[in-house]
């Protein structure tokens, strides 16, 4: 079977991602990898990082050429330099629109993009960058997985201002994730998961009548594991982190962004991907943002791309 190629938008010009795309790809990957970029910009950080790798331009009819595994596989965006927000932005959403049809019609199912500037590119429409391609694609269900190979984390609620997490929390949300995180560790890990939830009210304890964790959570978990999910909970998110805790799980549920993500990257810092779980194509991300203030000093840390492609080269 012919090996599916990596197509990458790399995002913001003014991000880091370049620079850590420059030094991962000194590694050997099975998959030809595929860049949606501005040739012109490409140039100019390739000189700017002193990086020696030969560009491989692809034209209109690229759907038969020959890609080439040692070098830069480049479908051409043009792209004026411009550091205006607007422009940049109008930049990224051209590199995705190739990328999302490529996908449809079934080029390939591999898709990393880089970070992106989300308060001028989503104008507050959208929580995130997979709440907006879930909307390219019509994907109502999906989880946000922020994977390692020893413990992965899953927010319910992704970039939510903590005053509208309660309203958004119910039994119905709570089994979607729970489906959608079991089978995609069926389908791509080949394993059952061993799934924690954690309760939503310190020590799952409420000074109110109305207990969530008690009404809404537990609910929620018991049908789940009549659905043969092996989950357990809620558990108080300020201990389900101890060592001896986690060591019983391969992946923690949260109800909200930071009361998982913020452990698990204290855990592993670059060591993670973002992976856009029941999309039906792979979508995985690096594990940090555009950092525009480290742009262009070469000190950025590659190894959360390195496991994207990682990943994704295996499947």
């Not at 549920?253 to 810092?269: A, S």
Request: hydrophobic share 40%; aromatic share 12%; proline share 5%.
């Amino acid at each position: 079977m012919k090996i599916k190629p990596i197509i990458i938008v790399p995002g913001d010009p003014y991000s880091i991602f370049l620079e850590i795309f420059f030094k991962t790809f000194t590694l050997k990957y099975k998959s030809p990898i595929i860049l949606i970029y501005s040739k012109n910009d490409l140039i100019f950080q390739i000189k700017k990082f002193k990086f020696k790798k030969k560009i491989n331009l692809l034209n209109r009819n690229f759907l038969r050429e020959n890609l080439k595994n040692n070098e830069i596989n480049l479908i051409n965006v043009e792209y004026d330099g411009s550091k205006n927000p607007k422009s940049r932005t109008l930049f990224v959403k051209k590199c995705l629109q190739i990328a999302f049809k490529l996908i449809k019609i079934g080029y390939t199912h591999k898709f990393i993009n880089g970070p992106i500037d989300k308060y001028e590119f989503l104008n507050r429409k959208y929580l995130g960058m997979t709440e907006y391609i879930s909307s390219k694609f019509k994907q109502k269900n999906f989880a946000m997985l922020l994977f390692n190979s020893k413990l992965s984390v899953c927010p319910l609620t992704t970039h939510l201002p903590l005053k509208n997490v309660v309203k958004k929390i119910d039994k119905k949300l709570i089994l979607i994730n729970l489906k959608i995180i079991n089978k995609f560790y069926l389908d791509y890990l080949k394993f059952k998961p061993r799934i924690a939830v954690t309760g939503l009210n310190p020590h799952c304890e409420s000074i109110d009548k109305y207990n969530e964790d008690e009404k809404i959570i537990l609910p929620a978990i018991k049908e789940a594991s009549k659905m043969n999910i092996n989950v357990k909970g809620p558990y108080s998110a300020d201990t389900i982190f101890l060592k001896q805790n986690r060591e019983k799980f391969d992946v923690i549920i949260g109800m909200y962004h930071d009361q998982v993500i913020g452990p698990f990257k204290t855990l592993f810092e670059y060591d993670a991907i973002n992976v856009s779980a029941g999309f039906p194509f792979l979508r995985v991300t690096p594990d940090h943002g555009p950092n525009f203030i480290m742009f262009g000093k070469n000190k950025s840390n590659p190894n959360s791309l390195i496991r994207c492609l990682d990943f994704l080269d295996k499947r």
